[in-house]
T-cell receptor, first 114, second 114 residues
């Protein structure tokens, strides 16, 4: 099973460039999430989507936009990249008929902004 | 937000049991206790979760104190593949049909030696 797939795996950008990180899940989950992880830190939530058609801000949303394209796909866009956005970005999904289902994570996108 | 406290690092010998502690003194009655781990260069991986009773699965056991202010993740026989950062997280919003917003701390880095 593919689970959560993120593309690309690596990317280098110049300051001011724009980019969209793609995420897709094949587990029929309702909820999807974008996190960032800086060196030596835990993950921080950027945006999440509780269900298709809804998105909400997380802890660190500034500088990012998201689109829940359909139930499977949730993209993260950097409109004007800044060096402070150099990080590893993880997408996750969760859902199901029972409470408190765990989140399933992708392998991450390693993004460097020069 | 309810927070957790974990030791920064722990060491274990291979084939021995490992007890990873977590304090969550401000936990509320509906908060689930989740454990995830992150292997080097990978996304977090769900390990186990529980509410009040001790839980077992193929990966680990979760022992929850009677007052729920602390919990312990137990790896019964540590292997080199268990070397990772382990995160103890309280899920405050994970009802069915809603998103679960996890707050990651810096976790406990587990080192396993031969």
């Amino acid at each position: 099973n593919a689970g959560v797939t993120q593309t690309p795996k690596f990317q280098v950008l110049k300051t001011g460039q724009s980019m969209t990180l793609q995420c897709a899940q094949d587990m029929n989950h309702n909820s999807m999430y974008w996190y960032r992880q800086d060196p030596g830190m835990g993950l921080r939530l950027i945006y999440y989507s509780a269900s298709e058609g809804t998105t909400d801000k997380g802890e660190v949303p500034n500088g990012y936009n998201v689109s829940r394209l359909n139930k499977r796909e949730f993209s993260l866009r950097l409109e004007s990249a800044a060096p402070s956005q150099t990080s590893v970005y993880f997408c996750a999904s969760s859902g199901g008929q029972f409470d408190n289902q765990p989140q399933h994570f992708g392998d991450g996108t390693r993004l460097s902004i020069l | 937000d309810a927070k957790t406290t974990q030791p920064n690092s722990m060491e274990s010998n291979e084939e021995e049991p490992v007890h990873l502690p977590c304090n969550h003194s401000t936990i509320s009655g509906t908060d689930y206790i989740h454990w995830y781990r992150q292997l080097p260069s990978q996304g977090p991986e769900y390990v186990i979760h529980g509410l009040t009773s001790n839980v077992n699965n193929r990966m680990a056991s979760l022992a929850i104190a009677e007052d729920r202010k602390s919990s312990t993740l137990i790896l019964h026989r540590a292997t080199l593949r268990d070397a990772a950062v382990y995160y103890c997280i309280l899920d405050i919003s994970g009802y069915a049909g809603t998103a679960s917003k996890l707050t990651f701390g810096t976790g406990t880095r587990l080192q396993v030696t031969l």
